[in-house]
């Protein structure tokens, strides 16, 4: 059987089967071929960057290639007891070299990071050796001993050790508020200092609390939209499109305008008597600020999903259930409702993302019991200018996107984002 | 919305409660913007509704804001204008055609890997802002192209093709083949079918992913922090700096008339929408 249908020819005399494969991979290739350039692009400009953000947030190769004979000896030192005359010897060699390329500060402030007190003895060490007061002829070991008694001390030797490989994973521990102790074991910072976890902690708040008031406002307004005749749905529908398609930066503005202390919000709290003139509750610079405003800018991004779905619903069906015997509210609870869970899910996992990666609306009206981790990442990228840092907090919080994002996607399907 | 006579109490009080609720979130979503309209009409240096303002008095309101936004010198407004809009009309025109050329290979049954690519090709849109910064950030000062219109072209085509590819891919989802079949059998070469016969029929859907590319460029603000140097200021950073620093009526002038942009986008793009959907064929 099967050899006969491999003797159907084609008119040019090749086997169809042959024919038809080569037909199907040329296909394939003409569809790659229209999507490579943008693939292409994104991999060059954006997907190959956020690598680098990766091995930038754990490189450490400065301090491996400023010290390198010294941790070559290092290696041969059980990091217990003082080392030997060698290490010393390797070290003084290579601070040397770091006095002449005048590289010596910045060795004094990386070493400082791991353990303080190292900015001031390298710093005692680099005038010993500027005004060659080292003898290289004699021990240099005892020599350096002498420039401070921290030298005489094993933890510091034992904090250089620490530096020898060329990636660290301290900033990724630093953005959980850990770090690597004297011994080298992951330490917990002081209950009062630690800052990252609380950012953490508050971003999945603002999060979660604007993803589930977006819900609250968002479904019934979806379920009005999906029932009503389309000549009224329609106009209600620009109440929504019109924010999502204004400048986000004009709706915070109009945000700072309504909370502020003599704005509208305020005014008119005042003029039904909720509150005192002279006691006007602050409303912006804190994280009622950032929930109002971050709600109403995210509302779209609930509406428009859970409006797609709820119009695919066939109005039929209540009616069905309300006929079978069930009180309106339970044939909402029983019908309705389980057909929305798609829509559901689709809005909050979409405002749940945008919200965690929020950035300019914190920034405006969050003051600082409001912003979240995107504002400490802007931080430390225009501030203090710690890139790693910055890129290892960043990696992090995008682990967590990530991670919804593959949720949402296996449960939507990108491909059924849809768009006003 | 009417209830049917029969209807019990209390479901004609639960009823009137959601319309209650119904209305109170309209009011909250389209509210705010219209508080700036008033204001950037104040003829004082404050925001806030004065007491002539609120008794309608003429002489409350004036246009000094809007003259201090064409004319002054204090914030360059004109040239951040002509910036965001050189860029973003740029930035739309390269969406435009990466991301509806992809989106006519994912849309062909043949494309191997569609999920990851597709995945791949709308990240942009999921990836938190400011990581995107970072990155291109990192890629931009690498290449030389931190503080150019390039380099800020280029991050604005990142960030828009995702609208077009979901906006094209969903236009071609209703597609006729058969059409383009027909063409090829009537002796049509490819590129002819595609300009005669598909780009027609898909325009409306590339050219609302070009008003949403539009829109995100014009309004990006994350990333161009990260890449624009004095000259490359755009409305975005203007407004930015003016919201962090000195709150003047000036930027309610600028957001009125952003406003009245996206006004008259949201008409394109709804009116757009309607006729896409009546050249496929969904009536509803």
Redesign the interface.
């Known amino acids: 059987m099967s050899s006969e249908i491999k003797q159907i020819l084609t008119t040019d005399g090749i086997p169809l089967e042959v024919s038809l494969k080569k037909a199907e991979k040329k296909n394939k290739i003409k569809a790659f071929l229209l999507v490579a350039p943008l693939l292409l692009f994104l991999i060059i400009t954006y997907v190959f960057p956020i690598g680098e953000m990766f091995s930038r947030s754990i490189d450490d190769k400065m301090i491996t290639n400023m010290l390198p004979k010294t941790f070559k000896e290092m290696e041969n030192w059980d990091g217990k007891e003082l080392p030997s005359e060698e290490v010393f010897t390797a070290f003084y060699y290579d601070f040397k070299v770091l006095v002449e390329k005048q590289e010596h500060g910045k060795l004094g402030q990386r070493l400082n990071k791991e353990k303080n007190g190292f900015n001031s003895i390298t710093k005692k060490l680099f005038r010993q050796v500027k005004r060659k007061k080292i003898d290289e002829s004699i021990s240099i070991k005892e020599q350096v001993m002498k420039v401070h008694k921290r030298w005489r001390n094993v933890e510091y030797w034992q904090a250089i050790k620490r530096t020898a490989p060329p990636y660290t994973l301290a900033k990724y521990l630093k953005g959980m508020d850990m770090y690597y102790g004297a011994d080298g074991s992951i330490t917990q910072v002081d209950e009062d200092r630690r800052i990252h976890r609380i950012l953490w902690l508050r971003t999945l708040e603002i999060a979660f609390f604007v993803t589930l008031f977006c819900f609250l406002m968002g479904y019934p307004i979806a379920h009005l939209l999906a029932t009503l005749p389309m000549k009224y749905s329609n106009l209600l529908m620009i109440c929504v499109l019109l924010p999502f398609w204004t400048s986000l930066l004009v709706r915070t503005a109009s945000w700072m305008i309504l909370l502020q202390q003599q704005g509208v919000v305020n005014d008119f709290f005042v003029m039904i008597g909720l509150v005192s003139d002279d006691n006007r509750p602050e409303m912006m610079y804190n994280k009622v600020g950032t929930y109002v405003a971050m709600t109403q800018i995210l509302l779209p991004f609930m509406v428009l999903p859970l409006y797609s779905v709820m119009k695919t619903i066939s109005p039929s069906l209540m009616r069905a259930g309300k006929s079978l015997g069930g009180t309106p509210f339970v044939a909402f609870w029983k019908v309705y409702f389980p057909l929305t869970i798609p829509g559901i899910g689709a809005g909050c996992l979409l405002v749940f993302i945008l919200a965690i990666g929020y950035y300019i609306t914190p920034a405006l009206v969050g003051g600082a019991s409001g912003t979240l981790i995107s504002n400490q990442i802007a931080f430390h990228m225009k501030q203090t200018l710690d890139w790693s840092f910055a890129s290892a907090m960043g990696l992090m919080l995008l682990t967590g996107v990530l991670v919804i994002y593959w949720i949402y996607n296996k449960l939507v399907g990108v491909d059924n984002i849809k768009l006003g | 919305?009417a209830l049917p006579s029969y209807t019990e109490t209390r479901?004609r009080i639960w009823h009137y409660i959601?319309i209650g609720?119904?209305t109170f979130?309209?009011f909250?979503?389209?509210a705010?913007?219209f508080?700036?309209f008033p204001?950037s009409f104040n003829a004082e240096e404050?925001?806030?509704?004065s007491e002539g303002m609120k008794n309608l008095d003429p002489d409350a309101f004036s246009l000094r804001w809007y003259k201090d936004m064409i004319y002054g010198t204090k914030n360059p407004w004109g040239l951040a204008a002509k910036n965001s809009f050189v860029i973003a009309i740029f930035a739309t025109i390269g969406s435009i055609i990466?991301?509806t050329?992809?989106a006519?290979?994912?849309s062909?049954r043949?494309?191997?890997y569609k999920?990851i690519?597709?995945?791949?090709?709308?990240?942009?849109m999921?990836?938190?802002?400011?990581?995107?910064g970072?990155?291109?950030?990192?890629?931009m000062a690498k290449v030389g192209l931190a503080a150019t219109h390039t380099g800020i072209v280029?991050?604005h085509?990142?960030l828009g093709?995702p609208?077009v590819?979901?906006?094209v891919?969903?236009t071609l989802s209703g597609f006729d083949h058969s059409v383009t079949r027909a063409a090829s059998s009537l002796g049509s070469n490819p590129v002819n079918t595609f300009m005669k016969i598909t780009l027609p029929l898909i325009l409306p859907g590339v050219i609302?992913g070009g008003l949403?590319a539009f829109?995100t460029s014009?309004?990006e603000?994350?990333v161009v922090?990260?890449l624009a140097g004095l000259e490359n200021t755009t409305i975005?950073i203007q407004?930015?700096t003016g919201?962090?620093e000195q709150?003047s009526p000036t930027?309610?002038a600028v957001?009125t008339c952003?406003?009245i942009l996206?006004?008259l986008?949201?008409i394109s793009?709804?009116l757009l929408?309607r006729r896409s959907e009546r050249l496929r064929g969904i009536n509803?």
């Open positions: 919305m479901y959601y609720i119904c979130v309209f909250f979503l389209i705010p913007l508080v700036i204001l404050f925001l806030v509704f990466l991301g050329l992809a006519l290979g994912l062909s043949h494309m191997p999920g690519i597709m995945a791949t090709l709308i990240s942009p999921i990836v938190p802002l400011i990581i995107s970072v990155a291109i950030f990192f890629f280029l991050a085509i990142i093709t609208f590819v979901i906006t891919t969903a609302s949403f829109v014009f309004d603000v994350v922090l990260f975005p407004m930015w919201l962090r709150l930027i309610l957001a952003l406003i996206s006004t986008i949201l793009a709804e929408r509803r």
